[in-house]
């Protein structure tokens, strides 16, 4: 029989977004492949050290001991590379070291491998590489750009997720709106169709599976009254009351949920995020996330006109 991924939460995830490559980056870029190759080679039993998305990973994975089997895990992470399969093996011994329950890998010398996310049933793609997300975002398949910044981990079980909503779990309309004509057209044009749902963004089928692992979560302490919730999921966004009415409305008709929402009206996302102190946070816009990378793991998902006309520009 073979191992299907239809009915789990799949993640792909870049070796650069899963450790912190400088050194090794540096390498390549002073000396090129060949000295990269070496220099691979001479350090393959030197753990390379976490990176930004790692505490995430690391926590998403230690969910699969809600899995009735372990046989049958909620949770796959996938090792998408552009290392080819010689220099990747480091990148599989520091998985190793980590002691990361990730088996499974795909290795491609000098090209993108995001075009195989669909093929994972993947949730989910995480990479340091700038072009090789915004090329997935153009084809449709969802994508993020760990940023620089704050990787910090903590001593803690749980994993806190948070996302914004405009871009990321919905798709872009409003923003584009607001964009245009400004905070009161915006919040006019989202009172006018406040019970329309809006269609999903690029990361909705993402919080979709981490709703059915908090299923299995609720269904874990209804027997064991003794359980932690571990995973708590929450939306950070600049819409404030009116057009607060429409993301709720949107989240209950997609049959999504989140635990908490911040509707913040223009406040700096950072403030919240260095209180809330997410393991990681989706946003569309690198204007939010420079301030917010410094507090929290920060992923850029550029999707929208917004970065269309970034890129273009």
Do not use: C
Request: no cysteine; proline share 5%.
């Amino acid at each position: 029989m073979p191992y299907e991924l239809e009915d789990r939460l799949v993640i792909g995830v870049a070796s650069s977004a899963l450790f912190d490559l400088k050194e090794s980056d540096a390498v390549f870029r002073a000396s090129g492949e060949d000295e990269y190759r070496r220099y691979q080679e001479e350090h393959l039993d030197d753990a390379l050290p976490t990176g930004i998305a790692f505490p995430f990973i690391k926590r998403l994975l230690s969910l699969n001991d809600l899995a009735d089997d372990p046989a049958d895990p909620l949770v796959e992470v996938i090792v998408l590379s552009r290392n080819d399969p010689e220099t990747g093996l480091r990148v599989m011994r520091s998985i190793a070291h980590h002691a990361l329950p990730i088996t499974r890998a795909v290795f491609m010398q000098g090209r993108s491998p995001h075009k195989f996310i669909p093929a994972f049933s993947m949730s989910l793609f995480l990479s340091a590489n700038a072009e090789d997300v915004r090329d997935a975002i153009e084809r449709g398949l969802p994508a993020g750009q760990v940023l620089t910044g704050a990787a910090d981990d903590d001593a803690s079980a749980d994993l806190r997720i948070a996302f914004d909503f405009d871009g990321v779990l919905a798709d872009d309309p409003s923003e584009a709106i607001m964009q245009s004509g400004g905070l009161d057209e915006f919040h006019a044009h989202e009172s006018t169709h406040s019970t329309e749902a809006h269609e999903g963004g690029p990361l909705r089928e993402l919080l979709r599976n981490i709703n059915r692992i908090q299923d299995k979560e609720e269904e874990r302490r209804r027997v064991d009254s003794s359980y932690e919730i571990r995973v708590h999921v929450a939306i950070v966004t600049a819409r404030n009351a009116p057009s607060h009415e429409r993301a709720v409305k949107s989240l209950k008709e997609w049959g999504v949920r989140v635990n908490d929402a911040f509707f913040l009206g223009g406040i700096d996302k950072g403030r919240i995020l260095q209180v809330l102190q997410p393991h990681i946070f989706f946003d569309d816009q690198r204007s939010h996330l420079d301030r917010t990378a410094s507090v929290a793991p920060s992923v850029h998902v550029p999707f929208g006109a917004i970065n269309r006309a970034a890129t273009s520009g």
